[in-house]
C-alpha cells in the first residue's frame, strides 16, 4: 500500500519525473564539467546594514543596470531566481492547467517541459528539421490548430545541447504567424558567449516575442540564482502578478549589480573571450581524434560531440573521476556527450583522456 502522506499529494505530483540536474545526477570525481559553469568565480563585497529588511519584489537597481546592459526599457525586464523561474512564471501565467499546451523542439532544454508537466500543461514536442532547425511548417500548422491550445512555444539558442543557433527569418517568420495567437520564447541562456546572434532587437517589432537570460552562465554566477526576462510592458506586468513578493533576496541583488557595473562588465567581456579562445584551442585539438563522429556547433561554453561509442567516452572518464554529461538516450544524440569548458587545466585534462581513450 503507498504511504498515506504520499497519497495526499496531488496525482500530478505523485507522477511527476523531477528534472535530472547535473547537480542531482552528481556522481564522485574532482572535475566537473556537466553543468556549463564558469571554472571560477570572481569576488564581491556584501553590505550586511539593511538585511533587517524585506527586499524590493524588482530591485530598482539592477532592473536599471540590466536594462542598460541589453539596451531595452525598463518596463520590459523582470528579474527572477534563475531564467528557471522566468520559464515556470511564462508557463503558469500564460497556460490553463489541463487545456493548454506548450511546444519545444527536442533536443533542447529540460525545464520547459518539466516547467509544463508540474503545472498541469501539455508539451507537444515537434523534431527539427536539417542541422536542428525549427521545423517552421510543422509548427505552424500545430498553432493553427485550435484543438492543440498551444500558448508558448519555446526555443533555445544557442541550443543547450547542440549549440545550434536560431536563424533569424525562422524566428522571424514564426513571430509572424503566432501574432497574437501565442508567445515565443527564446532562452538566450548562453548569449553572451557570441552576442551578435541575440533576437533582442526584435523585442520592438514583436510584441509576442520573449527573451530569458541569466546570470548564470557567462556572468559566472550560478550559484546566486538570478536571471532575466525581457519582454512587452504588458507580458512584464502580468507575470508580476504570478511572482512571490520577495523573490530576490538582497545579497543577490548587491552581487547581480556589482556583475553589471563597468568593472563587472569588464570582467565579464575577459572571461568570454578567454572562454572562446581556450574552446576554439580544445576543439582544433581534438577534432580528428578517430573516435570522434561528429563535434557540434561551438557556440557557447560547452561542446556536444558524437563518438563511437559514446556510452563507453562518457563511463571511461567517470572511472577517471571527470563528470561530463551523457546525451546518449537524448533524441537524434545517440553515442553524444556534452563537456562544459571548464578552465586549461581540466581541458588539458579531458585532452589527454581523450587521446588516451583514441590509442586504445
Ligand atoms: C543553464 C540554463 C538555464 C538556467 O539558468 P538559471 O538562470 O541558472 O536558472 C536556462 N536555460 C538554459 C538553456 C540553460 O542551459
Not at 517589432?205 to 557567462?218: I, M, P, Q
Not at 538582497?250 to 563587472?264: E, R, T
Request: glycine share 4%.
Amino acid at each position: 500500500m503507498t504511504d498515506p502522506i504520499i497519497n495526499l499529494a496531488t496525482k500530478r505530483v505523485r507522477e511527476l519525473t523531477p528534472y535530472l540536474s547535473a547537480r542531482r545526477i552528481g556522481g564522485r570525481g574532482h572535475t566537473f564539467l556537466n553543468a556549463n559553469e564558469a571554472p571560477k568565480s570572481a569576488a564581491y563585497l556584501l553590505n550586511s546594514t539593511t538585511l533587517n529588511r524585506y527586499p524590493e519584489c524588482q530591485p530598482p537597481e539592477l532592473i536599471e543596470a540590466y536594462a542598460n546592459y541589453a539596451n531595452v526599457p525598463l518596463e520590459n525586464v523582470l528579474v527572477s531566481r534563475g531564467s528557471d523561474e522566468s520559464i515556470g512564471l511564462l508557463v503558469r501565467t500564460f497556460c490553463e492547467s489541463g487545456k493548454d499546451s506548450i511546444l519545444i523542439v527536442p533536443p533542447t532544454y529540460g525545464m520547459y517541459k518539466i516547467s509544463a508537466d508540474t503545472a498541469g500543461v501539455n508539451t507537444i514536442e515537434v523534431p527539427p528539421v536539417g542541422n536542428f532547425a525549427p521545423d517552421v511548417d510543422a509548427i505552424k500548422a500545430l498553432v493553427e490548430d485550435a484543438s492543440k491550445s498551444i500558448k508558448i512555444i519555446f526555443l533555445c539558442s544557442p541550443n543547450n545541447p547542440t549549440g545550434t543557433i536560431l536563424g533569424r527569418s525562422t524566428l522571424e517568420e514564426i513571430l509572424a504567424f503566432t501574432k497574437d495567437k501565442c508567445l515565443v520564447v527564446v532562452d538566450e541562456a548562453y548569449i553572451e558567449f557570441c552576442p551578435e546572434y541575440t533576437c533582442v532587437p526584435l523585442l520592438a517589432k514583436y510584441r509576442n516575442l520573449v527573451v530569458t537570460r541569466t546570470l548564470s552562465k557567462a556572468f559566472a554566477l550560478a550559484g546566486i540564482r538570478c536571471g532575466f526576462t525581457l519582454a512587452d510592458e504588458e507580458i512584464i506586468k502580468l507575470m508580476l502578478k504570478v511572482i512571490d513578493p520577495y523573490p530576490i533576496a538582497d545579497p543577490v541583488a548587491q552581487i547581480a549589480c556589482q556583475a553589471l557595473s563597468k568593472n563587472g562588465l569588464i570582467l565579464l567581456k575577459e572571461r568570454i573571450n578567454e572562454l572562446n579562445d581556450r574552446k576554439a584551442r580544445f576543439i582544433a585539438g581534438v577534432k580528428d581524434l578517430s573516435i570522434i563522429k561528429e563535434v557540434f556547433a561551438d557556440n557557447a561554453n560547452y561542446i556536444l560531440l558524437r563518438f563511437t561509442d559514446g556510452e563507453k567516452v562518457f563511463n571511461e572518464f567517470v572511472r577517471r573521476g571527470i563528470i561530463l554529461r551523457d546525451f546518449n538516450t537524448k533524441p537524434l544524440l545517440k553515442d553524444s556527450v556534452r563537456i562544459t569548458i571548464g578552465s586549461e587545466q581540466e581541458m588539458e585534462e579531458v585532452k589527454n583522456v581523450l587521446f588516451e581513450l583514441a590509442k586504445a
